[in-house]
């Protein structure tokens, strides 16, 4: 598993250069091997620092979670024996290395060759956005349409990055195949090397005249409009995937995938319980003494019932007390990517008139002369 440089120095992604630095000097004086310290850690931290203090090496990590320059991913770039050793420098001990090189060359010979990076750093990146909808909303499948603005293919050059009626060319340094040999003196000898061609990015080709509007990438920031479709039953935090509606890739990469994540509203009527919903219904002293029928809303996502207008029937048996909870079956939010719909649940709580007329007193003075 790659490391996370952000954790071995303590700090978060966006920590600005100045915390990045004091972060390293506090944990290097820590652990200094000069001081007691373990050899492994001191070299993750110093590796760590050597990447995300370097702006390029950075932004090359935030994005792919390595560098291409200096291997494993961006290794012991620029690590210093000598400082490392401080005073206590064996005797003898004069080569300077990258420990970074062996990542590299390790890298190349399991598969995670400059041809793949160069792949992935044409890919337009993701976009991620969040949508709020109502409760009625999540009882069948609901089309809405967003506009969005992202990179978006150059209508010029069609993507190609190349003015229109010129050629895109075979790039000279690396004779088209986006890589370049380099030579890395390592402390287990010297090696053969591929990383991405300078000249070209690593794609190969070069636009003989690059276009006028794009400036030769191939993709321009524009505004679309994007149609999505919101499943029944979707719930707050849930994420819903739409592929090839990110970004645009760099001179006809893959485009990167919209990511959406919903937030449902409060309802001011239902509190909505996983696929459930609960409600609670007042119901007077006779009604609870007696049983009645009560009218009893639920929700319908409707246009023309709105917010829970409609209703129906529900029976209330005589003698139910305050707090008793009585089951609607189906009445509740249809199952995520599966059948039927939860249930619904409702709450009578007893309520208690705090002003009688005199005669309501009188027929209740008569009720509690017969034990009532």
Known sequence: M????????????GASQEEIKKAFHRLAHKHHPNKGGEEKKFKEINEAY???????????????????EGGMPGGGAGFDPGWFWGNNKPEGF?????????????????GFSSKKRAKD???????????EINLEETLKETKKVISLKKMSVCSR?????????TK?????????????????????????????????????????????????????????????????????NQIIKVSGKGNTGRRGGKTGDLYIRVFVKPHPVFERRGDDLYLTKEISLTQAALGDEIEMPIL?????????????????????????????????????????????????????????????????????????
Request: charged share 30%.
């Open 157 to 165: 050059c069609e993507g190609r990055g190349a003015e229109p009626g």
């Open 50 to 68: 050597q990447i995300l203090s370097d702006k390029e090496k950075r932004a090359q990590y935030d994005q792919f979670g390595q560098v291409f």
């Open 168 to 236: 895109i060319d075979e790039c000279f340094s690396c004779r088209g195949m986006g890589q370049v040999q380099q030579i890395r003196r390592t402390v287990l000898g010297s090696f053969t090397h591929l990383t991405l061609c300078p000249e070209c990015g690593g794609e190969g080709q070069k636009p003989e005249k690059p276009c006028n509007v794009c400036k030769g990438e191939g993709r321009i920031k524009d505004e679309e409009d994007i149609a999505i479709f919101i499943p029944a039953g979707v719930d707050t």
């Open 2 to 13: 790659a490391k996370n440089y952000y954790e071995v120095l303590g700090i978060t992604k």
């Open 300 to 372: 319908d996502g409707s246009a023309s019932s709105p917010q829970g207008k409609t209703k129906i029937l529900l029976t209330v048996s005589a003698g139910t007390e305050s707090g008793k909870i009585l089951k609607i079956s189906d009445k509740g939010i249809p199952r995520f990517g599966g059948y039927g719909r939860g249930n619904l649940f409702v709450e009578l709580i007893l309520k208690t008139p705090k002003k009688l007329t005199k005669k309501q007193r009188e027929l209740l003075e008569k009720l509690k002369e017969e034990g009532l």
């Open 94 to 110: 004069n080569v300077e290395f990258d420990l970074g090189d062996l990542g590299d060359i390790f890298g190349d010979l399991f």
């Open 121 to 131: 750093i044409r890919k337009g990146s993701d976009i991620k956005i969040e949508i």
